[in-house]
């Protein structure tokens, strides 16, 4: 079961990833976080904070390539003179969303 633990959590940081930059819709990403982590949670719950972390930065990392214009989104990016930090809101449904998982465990 361990030898999955990397490879699903890739996976599911890829496809927010991918999901981020292909939707203007935050609650839909938002939603995606949580039911991920959720699930996450629940099948590998020692690796809690690991896994909080690699699938909440999915999203800040998506915006600041977006900032750069090295990666295309459907919505504006944010103004050149501040790096979008904003974005750090989404490390929270992933932890409350791992949290619930690991708890259900």
Do not use: K, N, Q
């Amino acid at each position: 079961m361990w030898r999955m633990y990397w490879p699903c959590l890739l996976a599911a940081t890829a496809f927010v990833a991918w999901a981020h930059v292909h939707t203007d819709e935050v609650p839909v990403v938002f939603g995606f976080l949580l039911v991920l982590g959720v699930a996450l949670g629940a099948a590998f719950p020692r690796r809690f904070v690991v896994s909080w972390l690699v699938l909440g930065t999915a999203v800040p990392l998506m915006e600041i390539l977006v900032h750069f214009a090295w990666v295309h989104a459907p919505y504006g990016a944010s103004p050149l003179s501040a790096i979008p930090l904003i974005a750090l809101v989404a490390l929270a449904p992933p932890l409350v969303g791992v949290g619930v998982g690991a708890g259900m465990r």
